[in-house]
């Protein structure tokens, strides 16, 4: 079975970046000269996926605009000359496929991913998060889809994350499967210090059988009083095979404001145009201040 299918949510209020989220929504936010939803959805274009479902939520319009053709936008443009501007922007919209579901509460990413049952059908599936950005040679979700063509069996990307930080993440234990993954023994949702040894943490890429939908409806709420991922994964887990892999290349967490900061420096560093002249600055910057 194949991969053609990326579920991107982007239903999440986003409190964490508040006040900068109250109009605008997280995944809209710039990083270098493109806001952060567009990485992720090159991220599955370059990974062969052949239709992206956003999950959406109220005031989430902007990322569905971003991604549409704006007829009066390009005929101004063109008006005004600017063909490599108006080309750059149709770009944009032409993409990929976009399907949008809306998640009529906000009950947590399970249920953020259990909306979109009907549009995925019963074919294994990506799961991108809205806000979570991995800088990588191959693209993060393409590493997970080859391995998931050797295994065809569920997959959650990890990193190693310091102790400390492990009741911030759903974690893994398992065993060495090879050299980058692992078979998942258990999962635990933001574990309390002391729960577990493992300092495996599951980061915002996946990808997932569509039995995951049946056990996401039976889930109840569980940390936060929300429909966790992680609840219906161990159930997953219980039942058939399932996959940690450590992905290669370095992932930040755009929606919390220091991750968001990081990123940005580091898709600076990397930009084609501007990367040069930035590190100058930023060697400048780390001397002076
Ligand atoms: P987060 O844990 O980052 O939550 O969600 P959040 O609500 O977006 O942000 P904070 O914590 O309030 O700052 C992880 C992913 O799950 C999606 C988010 O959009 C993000 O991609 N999500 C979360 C939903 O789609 N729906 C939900 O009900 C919750």
């Not at 770009?91 to 953020?112: E, F, M, Y």
């Not at 991108?128 to 950005?133: A, C, M, Q, R, V």
């Not at 409806?217 to 569980?222: A, F, L």
Request: with cysteine.
């Amino acid at each position: 079975m194949n991969i053609r299918k990326a579920v991107i949510p982007v239903a999440g209020l986003g409190t964490r970046f508040l006040p900068a989220t109250k109009a605008i929504p997280k995944e809209m936010l710039t990083i270098v000269d493109r806001p952060t939803i567009q990485y992720i959805v090159e991220e599955a274009v370059a990974s062969g996926i052949e239709q992206v479902i956003f999950v959406t939520s109220e005031g989430k319009s902007a990322i569905e605009n971003h991604f549409d053709y704006d007829f009066a936008l390009d005929t101004v443009l063109h008006m005004k000359k600017k063909e490599n501007l108006a080309e750059e922007l149709n770009h944009i919209s032409n993409l990929i496929d976009i399907v949008s579901v809306r998640q009529k509460k906000p009950l947590g990413l399970g249920h953020a991913i259990w909306s979109t049952r009907n549009v995925v059908g019963n074919e294994p599936f990506a799961v991108l998060l809205g806000d979570d950005l991995v800088l990588s040679d191959e693209p993060c979700c393409r590493q997970m889809i080859s391995l998931f063509d050797d295994v065809q069996e569920s997959i959650v990307a990890i990193q190693r994350v310091p102790r400390d930080q492990t009741k911030s993440y759903g974690i893994v234990e398992g065993k060495p499967y090879d050299e980058r993954t692992y078979t998942v023994d258990r999962m635990v949702e933001k574990p309390a210090p002391g729960v577990t040894d493992s300092d495996m943490a599951i980061i915002g890429r996946y990808i997932l059988r569509p039995e995951i939908f049946s056990l996401l409806e039976e889930t109840e709420p569980g940390h936060g009083g929300e429909i966790q991922l992680t609840d219906a994964l161990l159930k997953l887990s219980r039942q058939r095979a399932m996959y940690a892999y450590e992905f290669q290349g370095t992932r930040f967490d755009a929606g919390d404001k220091l991750g968001y900061l990081k990123a940005i420096i580091a898709f600076g560093l990397r930009h084609p145009e501007l990367g040069k002249e930035f590190r100058k600055h930023i060697k400048q910057v780390a001397e002076n201040f």
